[in-house]
């Protein structure tokens, strides 16, 4: 599908049929990014038949739902983006158009009036406007002011016509883009009707894979090595902020405007230690920080961080403000993201179903995340509060009257 929404922002700018080059470079990159999306999606569409031939229930058949899912709602988001944008920008078009209909007219309507006047006197009353002029210089006045006023009426009707003409080709191209969102509603229906015809298998494949007793064993063993994936990712930002550090330095002799701002939301994150708002309205801590005892197998196992039962699409919100480090998939910890808030502060968000943010986005406190998602443990989300490379107990920084109310 072509989507044009940006030629018709350059088009409202410029008032001119042309574009520049790098309009073109960003329609081209939208494009692009939802090519993208759509070959990923058929790509686990593939993978997930392959594994389905194979083995039915299984927790990778799972991992593979989720992440057909998680992009299958990143494509949806992306064109009720792009439907809002062209309706936006549908309408404001409409507007002026509008506007320069009803100048153009009232203009139409002078200039017809005054030629209608001098038809039925014919030149007489201009003739009489002249002669009763009481100076020479007031009769050059008139006389001019005449003349200015035929010729500019006829120039402000040519440039009107002219401008009317081009927001009636926008108006075309408008029109097209109106059957163009009509396609893009119906693109986005299949898909939201996708979403939830993956969820419904996804709900049944979890029901079969809770069913054995040796899918809560392997998952163990996965979780392991995701705790393990989750520190070499930690480590990983670590060292990005070490360089982004190193070169921020080089340029500290010219000053350094965003290392206040740095510094603010790291005073601000330490500060707000033990009053922390939760990730989640409702719901209830079922797993604690440290060693636990797994539900099912009854083994002991430590716990990175706390796991808060809530319901399917609960709302994730950020605890503190900070930057998207980065938005991430492990198994056992599905969708996660990771907050920095600065001097080596960091929270990790994990088993969401869906997520509203960008990499790279600095958030409030509070802003939405997303929305909780369903493992084989049940409906949780899963919270890490990290200091460097040390994960410290959620529950030492967050509010201590426990899941409170926004």
Not at 2 to 11: D, E, H, M, P
Not at 50 to 63: F, I, P, S, W
Not at 349 to 360: F, M, N, P
Request: glycine share 4%; net charge positive.
């Amino acid at each position: 599908m072509n989507y044009r929404i940006k030629i018709l922002l350059v088009f409202l700018i410029i008032s001119s049929g042309s574009f520049t080059a790098s309009a073109n470079d960003e329609i081209k990159k939208k494009q692009e990014e939802l090519q993208k999306l759509r070959k990923e999606i058929d790509g686990w569409e593939k993978k997930l038949e392959h594994r389905e031939k194979r083995e039915r229930a299984t927790l990778e058949v799972l991992d593979t739902y989720d992440r057909q899912l998680t992009l299958i709602r990143k494509l949806t988001n992306r064109l009720i983006d792009e439907e809002t944008l062209l309706r936006r920008e549908i309408d404001n078009t409409q507007k002026n158009i509008s506007g320069l209909d009803n100048r153009l007219q009232f203009i139409k309507k002078q200039y017809s009036n005054y030629v209608l006047a001098a038809y039925k006197n014919g030149r007489t009353y201009d003739l009489e406007l002249l002669i009763s002029s009481k100076s020479f210089n007031q009769l050059y006045i008139r006389s001019e002011y005449l003349k200015r006023f035929s010729d500019q009426r006829r120039k402000d009707i040519v440039d009107i016509d002219k401008q009317f003409t081009e927001l009636e080709k926008q108006n075309e191209i408008l029109q097209k883009q109106l059957t163009e969102q009509r396609l893009l509603i119906e693109a986005k229906n299949r898909e939201e009707q996708k979403i939830v015809q993956k969820s419904a298998e996804r709900k049944k494949i979890l029901r079969d894979i809770k069913r054995d007793k040796a899918n809560y064993k392997r998952e163990v063993i996965r979780k392991r090595q995701a705790v393990k994936d989750l520190e070499n990712l930690i480590a990983k930002l670590i060292e990005l902020d070490q360089q982004r550090k190193i070169a921020e330095s080089k340029l500290s002799r010219k000053g350094e405007p965003s290392e206040v701002n740095t510094k603010n939301i790291a005073s601000k994150f330490e500060a707000n230690r033990g009053k922390l708002p939760w990730p989640v309205t409702g719901g209830k801590i079922i797993s604690k920080f440290g060693n636990q005892q797994h539900p099912v197998l009854k083994t002991i196992s430590q716990n990175t961080g706390i796991d808060l039962e809530v319901p399917v699409g609960t709302n994730v919100h950020a605890v503190a403000e900070g930057e998207v480090s980065t938005i991430w998939w492990l198994p056992s910890f599905g969708n996660l993201v990771i907050l920095n808030h600065n001097n080596g502060y960091r929270t990790v968000y994990a088993h969401l179903s869906d997520i509203v943010i960008e990499e790279g986005e600095t958030i409030s406190s509070g802003a939405l995340i997303g929305k909780s998602g369903e493992t084989i443990n049940g409906s949780t989300v899963h919270f890490e509060l990290w200091k460097d490379r040390d994960k410290q107990d959620p529950e030492i920084w967050l509010h201590p009257r426990g899941l409170t109310k926004r």
